[in-house]
């Protein structure tokens, strides 16, 4: 059973820095993909950041490109993303989510952690 746990999520004026972290366990991640994807409030869901465990491709999505940089460390098995340069617009609820490399569909996903940035 894949477990992902989110946190690192708070409260920071515009501008600030947070890290987000996802402590992965369950299985062996080589074959996966794992990405972090947020929900505004009243909003729908959206994909924030990905990265392939093995070999470390990362992908990010346009409103977070130069800000937001997503990273694994397989020994601690979690992917982090951190960000910087925080605008309201980044308040959100943060999931962390994972599946296999061959699947399109995100299979498994984290509680979530909120991230509530101030103007």
């Known amino acids: 059973q894949v477990h992902l746990v989110e946190s690192g999520g708070g409260l920071v004026q515009a501008g600030g820095s947070l890290r987000l972290s996802c402590a992965a366990s369950?299985?062996?991640?080589?074959?996966?993909?794992m990405g972090w994807f947020r929900r505004p409030p009243g909003k729908e869901r959206e994909f924030v950041a990905s990265?392939?465990?093995?070999?470390?491709?990362?992908y990010c999505a346009d409103s977070v490109k130069g800000r937001f940089t997503i990273s694994r460390d397989n020994a601690k098995n979690t992917v982090y993303l951190q960000m910087n340069s925080l605008k309201p617009e980044d308040s959100a609820h943060y999931y962390c989510?994972?599946?296999?490399?061959?699947?399109?569909?995100?299979?498994?996903w984290g509680q979530g952690t909120q991230v509530t940035v101030s103007s």
């Open positions: 989510a994972a599946r296999l490399i061959t699947v399109a569909n995100w299979e498994y």
């Open positions: 990265i392939i465990w093995s070999g470390g491709i990362a």
């Open positions: 369950g299985r062996t991640f080589s074959s996966y993909v």
